[in-house]
């Protein structure tokens, strides 16, 4: 059974850094991300990276600020999320699929439940 368990999200002040994490087991991938969704918005891709070899892509609007990564060893993600801004409030989706990159959130085949990102001004 596959299974993403998110974790680390919070309130935090505007400037400010959070960590997620995303704890994969149940099968391996060939890509894992990240979206986020904030209430009556689309849900936005932010981030993913290939499981092999590292490449990764990030949405425009937080390129320079998130990092994206993975511990092969461990199966998890995570998203370092630096200077952040209030509009970066969101429910963070970690999310997995068997392909490459893709943007959009109907190509990814695994969710997890999504880990609340609150930053306040």
């Known amino acids: 059974q596959v299974q993403l368990v998110e974790s680390g999200g919070g309130l935090v002040q505007a400037g400010g850094s959070l960590k997620l994490s995303c704890a994969a087991s149940g099968r391996t991938f060939s890509t894992m991300g990240w979206f986020r969704q904030a209430p009556g918005k689309e849900r936005e891709f932010v981030a993913a990276i290939r499981w092999n070899g590292g490449d990764t892509l990030y949405g425009n609007s937080v390129k320079g600020r998130f990092t994206i990564s993975r511990d092969n060893a461990k199966n998890t993600l995570y998203l370092q999320m630096n200077s952040l801004k209030p509009e970066d409030t969101a429910v963070y989706y970690c999310?997995?699929?068997?392909?490459?990159?893709?943007?959009?959130?109907?190509?990814?085949?695994?969710w997890g439940q999504g880990t609340q990102v609150t930053v306040s001004s």
């Open positions: 999310a997995a699929r068997r392909s490459g990159i893709m943007v959009v959130a109907t190509e990814y085949d695994y």
